[in-house]
């Protein structure tokens, strides 16, 4: 991913609400006792009145996930990005470790629905002169969906075509490519971002937990991913009653429950780069700790610490066969 300029930052929902009351409208205001000039801010307002908050952002469903996806893309795009990932983790259909999981009949053909709707949305986006082609990982599930879909506004290509890229393509859009696709992949982006067409990868699911991989290839696939801009990602973490969000041009944000409003969000962190392994353990574990006098958590215990150690321990081994 593209890392814009500048130091990493972290907020709390109240400092970035506190940050943006200059340059927005007050919700509410409240004169003090005795009159004078001066306000009490109570919050931020949307265009309709109600109260602003962060968690705001955050998508009611999956169709607003994928609508919010390919606007957020198609954006990256007309700014000159031609790398491009987005990210929708189920937890249904997503293993932390293997990428997309298929466990249950019929989840497949899920994720190729929600592929199928992505894609469209985005050539809605791109508009009807624009030439968009989604990639499946092999030819016979690419025939088996154009069947399925002969109403597609879309083109439909697998990786192993002969001849995947045309002169006229303006965008391609690789569905959940695997590591057996990963050199096809890295190839026809390289053709693709040199003709000037732009490169989504949906789901991509690049590592597996299933065998390891050598070094060579692992440091290929990161040194690849490393260079795209992730324009979307929703990463609910059921474990901890959190998310991880990031619309592009925003940051990277983890939302966690909000005990004061009940089935809402806070923001407790917006970063430059994802937060994954110990630091986001440690994150979290710092914001359900018990806060002391001064309003900061307390040391971890004993105990914490240890269940600290054995979770990196356990990460460490999962992560030899990624």
């Given at each position: 991913e593209e890392v814009p300029a500048g130091p990493p930052a972290a907020t709390s929902a109240t400092s970035a609400a506190a940050a943006a009351a200059s340059s927005d409208a007050p919700a509410a205001a409240a004169a003090p006792p005795g009159g004078g000039n001066k306000f009490e801010i109570l919050g931020l307002a949307n265009e309709d009145g109600t109260q602003k908050f962060d968690d705001d952002e955050l998508p009611d469903n999956l169709f607003d996930a994928v609508a919010t996806a390919a606007t957020a893309t198609s954006d990256a795009i007309n700014n000159g990005s031609l790398g491009n990932i987005v990210e929708f983790r189920i937890p249904e259909l997503w293993d932390p470790i293997s990428g997309n999981v298929m466990a249950e009949s019929g989840d497949q053909l899920k994720v190729w629905e929600i592929t199928r709707e992505y894609t469209s949305q985005l050539c809605d986006r791109m508009g009807p002169d624009a030439k968009v082609k989604c990639v499946f990982p092999d030819a016979g599930c690419a025939a088996m969906?154009?069947?399925?879909?002969?109403?597609?506004?879309?083109?439909?290509?697998s990786t192993n075509d002969r001849k995947l890229l045309e002169d006229d393509d303006a965008v391609i859009v690789f569905a959940?490519?695997?590591?057996?696709?990963?050199?096809?992949?890295?190839?026809?982006?390289?053709?693709?971002?040199?003709?000037?067409?732009?490169?989504?990868?949906?789901?991509?699911?690049?590592?597996?937990?299933?065998?390891?991989?050598?070094?060579?290839?692992?440091?290929?696939?990161?040194?690849?991913?490393?260079?795209?801009?992730?324009?979307?990602?929703?990463?609910?973490?059921p474990w901890c009653n959190g998310s991880i969000f990031k619309r592009y041009p925003g940051m990277w944000r983890l939302y966690l429950e909000d005990e004061s409003r009940p089935g809402r969000f806070k923001l407790v962190q917006e970063s430059y780069k994802r937060l994954a392994g110990?630091?986001?353990?440690?994150?979290?574990?710092?914001?359900?700790?018990?806060?002391?006098?001064?309003?900061?958590?307390?040391?971890?215990?004993?105990?914490?610490?240890?269940?600290?150690?054995?979770t990196s321990m356990q990460r460490f081994m999962k992560s030899l066969s990624n």
């Open positions: 969906l154009k069947a399925r879909w002969p109403d597609a506004p879309f083109l439909f290509a959940a490519p695997d590591p057996p696709s990963l050199a096809s992949v890295v190839k026809n982006t390289k053709l693709a971002n040199e003709a000037g067409c732009a490169v989504v990868l949906i789901n991509p699911r690049l590592a597996s937990g299933d065998a390891g991989i050598g070094l060579t290839v692992r440091r290929m696939r990161d040194q690849f991913l490393g260079q795209m801009t992730v324009t979307y990602c929703l990463q609910p973490l110990d630091e986001l353990d440690d994150k979290v574990s710092a914001e359900y700790r018990p806060k002391g006098e001064d309003g900061q958590a307390l040391e971890a215990g004993p105990v914490e610490k240890v269940l600290g150690v054995m």
